[in-house]
């Protein structure tokens, strides 16, 4: 059987049924996009309500090929996916079958691309309008910038997802990238991958250092992979391949108030704003909860 998805894309599904009383069960592969996935189906209730089950399970898919295959720009995203599903649905009703699925779904590509985006950079670039030192992130660690950071290459994307009512409800999607990562709750709208998402991100020590303006020695080893910082993303919106980023007030001042008590940083917040404006920022940052930082026993 093939069934039509997006322009000139089709799943083809082949198997045996067998019927037994009232239901119909069957398994086999279905291709989709020249992807093959192991496809349990079961149709109960044939007299009355219809109910669909669906099982899929497939490890080392090509997202890149699949996506496409679903309405997916080429190239939107790319990388190996593994995938496992349990979703039921009634049949029969006015509401679309994806509005009507429902049950678990994991997944994870490891490691893959999603081209031109980088959350990293939506932070940063949200912190630019409301904290005063977040207009100088960019131009900080010894002349240089963020963007080396914003790769759009990751190491890991998964979670586990609860799908219902054309939604996909996460509370533990991560994006694991060489130099942060990002840990995301919420929801996703299966029809048009809407985001209704928040979380934190989470810089490691190459970043942490560029912030604070730490030039490493030239041949050193790169620093050590460990948690520095967390930057509070109040909600991650937009879609999947433009995702939107904002910050809250409360969450921006407690991340730039780390690097607003000594140092460089704060020197020129002084310089380019006015004295006394880097220790103004810090005893907010105070006020909402950042943490000043250790000066160094001068002994």
């Known amino acids: 059987v093939a069934m039509p998805l997006a322009e000139n894309q089709n799943a083809t599904v082949s198997m045996q049924l067998t019927g037994t009383g009232d239901a119909i069960r069957g398994s086999g592969p279905v291709t989709v996009g020249g992807q093959q996935i192991a496809l349990e189906l079961g149709v109960t209730n044939l007299a009355r309500e219809m109910q669909l089950a ?3 399970h497939a490890d080392d898919l090509d997202s890149s090929a699949l996506a496409v295959a679903f309405g997916a720009p080429d190239g939107a995203i790319s990388g190996p996916l593994d995938i496992d599903a349990r979703l039921a649905a009634p049949l029969g009703g006015e509401a679309a079958l994806v509005d009507s699925l429902a049950g678990p779904l994991t997944f994870s590509i490891a490691p893959g691309r999603m081209p031109g985006v980088s959350l990293l950079r939506g932070g940063i670039e949200a912190l630019g309008g409301i904290a005063s030192a977040a207009s100088l992130f960019g131009k900080l660690g010894d002349g240089g910038t963020l963007q080396k950071f914003y790769d759009d290459e990751f190491e890991r994307l998964g979670g586990e997802f609860t799908l219902g009512g054309g939604r996909a409800r996460t509370e533990d999607l991560a994006l694991l990238y060489r130099d942060y990562r990002v840990d995301l709750t919420g929801e996703i709208a299966l029809a048009d991958s809407a985001l209704d998402l928040e979380g934190t991100l989470t810089i490691y020590d190459a970043i942490d250092q560029a912030i604070a303006g730490v030039a490493g020695a030239p041949g050193a080893a790169p620093p050590a992979r460990s948690t520095k910082r967390e930057l509070p993303l109040a909600h991650v919106g937009g879609t999947a391949s433009d995702p939107s980023v904002v910050i809250s007030p409360k969450g921006a001042l407690k991340f730039t108030a780390a690097y607003l008590s000594g140092g460089k940083l704060r020197d020129t917040l002084d310089q380019t704003v006015g004295p006394g404006a880097g220790e103004l920022i ?13 000066q ?3 002994q």
């Open 282 to 294: 810090d005893s907010l940052g105070g006020l909402f909860g950042g943490k000043k930082q250790q």
């Open 54 to 56: 669906l099982g899929a």
């Open 296 to 298: 160094p026993d001068p």
